[in-house]
Antibody
Framework: EVQLVESGGGLVQPGRSLKLSCAAS????????MAWVRQAPKKGLEWVAT????????YYRDSVKGRFTISRDNAKSTLYLQMDSLRSEDTATYYC????????????WGQGVMVTVSS | DIMLTQSPATLSVTPGESISLSCRAS??????LHWYQQKPNESPRVLIK???QTISGIPSRFSGSGSGTDFTLNINRVEPEDFSVYYC?????????FGAGTKLELK
């Protein structure tokens, strides 16, 4: 059974940093692209970043480019999102998702972790 | 960026009705369109890939159609567990974008 478990969320002040983790199990992590998708309170889904299976290519939405870094450790089956220079508009639930690169959709999702940026 | 416009924003129905939800893209995206369901306080799950292709484990009452800029998600005879928010998502170009969602609620 595919499992994705996020951790590392919390309350952080504007301008500070936070690092999210996503522990994967139930599949060969190194075979799959992975992604982060977020959802602001009472809002819709917003893609944040994607990393291919070996970490050699990454993709970001413009609003987080230069502030967020997606990375992975295939030996630990873990995905990360380093978030720097956080803004209030980054407040959201962050979902880790497996990305089916061949078919271009998010096929499994974690339960999400809340990040609140506020002073 | 490709914008996806979903309509209606909210649809009120009674169980047993058959419904259609719309997703319109700001430019042609072929069939690079996927549908997700998000139940309250749950993570999204994929329902349909590439506009009309089924996903293993998804009930057959869910179907999709469309290409280019106009897409439809159909639910044949809505069940009580279908009351959720439905999102479309395009994979034609980066950034990947989602529609704002259609909330299916009990009338």
């Amino acid at each position: 059974e595919v499992q994705l478990v996020e951790s590392g969320g919390g309350l952080v002040q504007p301008g500070r940093s936070l690092k999210l983790s996503c522990a994967a199990s139930g599949f060969t992590f190194s075979d799959y692209a992975m992604a982060w998708v977020r959802q602001a309170p009472k809002k819709g889904l917003e893609w944040v970043a994607t990393i291919i299976y070996d970490g050699s290519s990454t993709y970001y939405r413009d609003s987080v480019k230069g502030r967020f870094t997606i990375s992975r450790d295939n030996a630990k089956s873990t995905l990360y999102l380093q978030m720097d220079s956080l803004r209030s508009e980054d407040t959201a639930t962050y979902y880790c998702a497996r990305y089916d690169w061949e078919h271009d959709y998010f096929d499994y999702w974690g339960q999400g972790v809340m990040v609140t940026v506020s002073s | 960026d490709i914008m996806l416009t979903q309509s209606p924003a909210t649809l009120s129905v009674t169980p047993g009705e058959s419904i259609s939800l719309s997703c319109r893209a700001s430019q042609s995206i072929s069939t690079n369109l996927h549908w997700y369901q998000q139940k309250p306080n749950e993570s999204p799950r994929v329902l349909i890939k590439y506009a009309s292709q089924t996903i293993s484990g998804i009930p057959s009452r869910f179907s999709g159609s469309g290409s280019g800029t106009d897409f439809t998600l159909n639910i044949n005879r809505v069940e009580p567990e279908d009351f959720s928010v439905y999102y479309c998502q395009q994979s034609n170009s980066w950034p990947r974008t989602f529609g704002a969602g259609t909330k299916l609620e009990l009338k």
